[in-house]
């Protein structure tokens, strides 16, 4: 009797020590699963921008771009050191999701009162969508008297 109820126990702990094996390695799949299923993928980010107006310093603006559709943006440069500019802007897609960036850029005098400016946009975040977004894109803006019109083209990730 004492050697059945010994192979029974031993046949009962090899039988728990098979589901809890498979049931950690469930887990562990489960989660690789969940890794791979919130990677980013690298996307072309292009599209067109213009500025609508000048808030309180801010430059404020609209545009349409691939993944984001249409969207409104703020700017806040720094142009002390004027045709160099550096500074950080806000792309918020309609629903409300945000892309943040910081950017440097460079303003050329084209003359018949036009300038060029061309900025290196880094993409550091954002919300909704958005969260922890990162990439880089170049804007190029043609800017005259009565308007600012430009393009991006990049590629983010999210």
Known sequence: MKKLFVKSTFVVLLAGLAVCSSSFKNENHQANFRKEKVSKNQVPF??????????????????????????????????????????????????GDQIFITHTGYATDLGNNML???????????????????????????????????????????
């Open 46 to 95: 292009t599209g067109k921008f213009s500025i609508t107006s000048d808030v309180n310093g801010s430059i404020v603006g609209t545009g349409i771009a691939s993944h984001v559709g249409k969207f409104t943006w703020t700017a806040n440069d720094n142009e002390e050191t004027f045709p160099d500019i550096t500074g950080t802007m806000v792309i918020t897609a309609a629903n």
């Open 116 to 158: 060029q400016a061309d900025f290196d946009n880094n993409i550091t975040g954002g919300t909704g969508r958005f969260k922890g977004a990162t990439g880089s894109f170049h804007s190029t803006a043609l800017v005259t008297e009565t308007s600012v019109n430009g393009t991006i083209s990049g590629s983010i990730s999210y």
